[in-house]
């Protein structure tokens, strides 16, 4: 049986996951922006970190 989490502990594990993504995506930035590819890999980013709390 799986525990419980905590409010805080769920939203320390989101907030970690965005941080790392927004961090990723600033490394991947070339020289001009492209706002709707960056939004997509972002999620992408997030989704791929997430993906193991919510199974």
């Not at 769920?10 to 991947?28: G, M, P």
């Not at 706002?35 to 199974?55: A, D, M, P, T, V």
Request: no cysteine.
């Amino acid at each position: 049986m799986k525990k419980k989490m905590t409010i805080k502990n769920q939203l320390k594990i989101i907030n970690d996951a965005t941080d790392f993504a927004i961090k990723q995506v600033e490394r991947e930035r070339g020289n001009k922006r492209n706002y709707i590819n960056e939004w997509f890999r972002y999620i992408e980013i997030s989704s791929q970190k997430l993906r193991k709390y919510l199974n």
